[in-house]
C-alpha cells in the first residue's frame, strides 16, 4: 500500500471504523497495532485491529447488524489496497 494510502487507511480506521464498530456496545476496547516482522519483498504494512466481545453469539448479531457493511465500506474504498479477515480469539488465563 503507499504511503498515501496507508495514511488514509489508519486515519480511517481510527475516526470511523473504530468508533461505529463499538456504537452500539457489543465490541469495546479496540486495539489498533502493527504487525512486526514484515516479510521480506512483501509490500507495505500489516496491521492487526482487536476488539472484545461478550461471546460469539453477541459478536455474529453484531457482524449481521454491523460488520458486514464496515467490510463492504473496507472493500469499496480502499478497493485491492486492503485485504483483511476476521478471527476468533480466546484468552488463555
Known sequence: MADSHEREFIEWIRSSY????VECGTLSRPQLALVMGREEGSDGNSYSLQF???GVDALEAWY???????????????GSHVVGFSTLLTVIE
Not at 449481521?64 to 480502499?78: K, N, P, Q, Y
Open 18 to 21: 473504530i468508533p461505529r464498530a
Open 52 to 54: 472484545h466481545a461478550e
Open 64 to 78: 449481521r447488524r454491523t460488520g458486514a457493511g464496515l467490510v463492504a465500506e473496507i472493500e469499496s474504498r480502499f
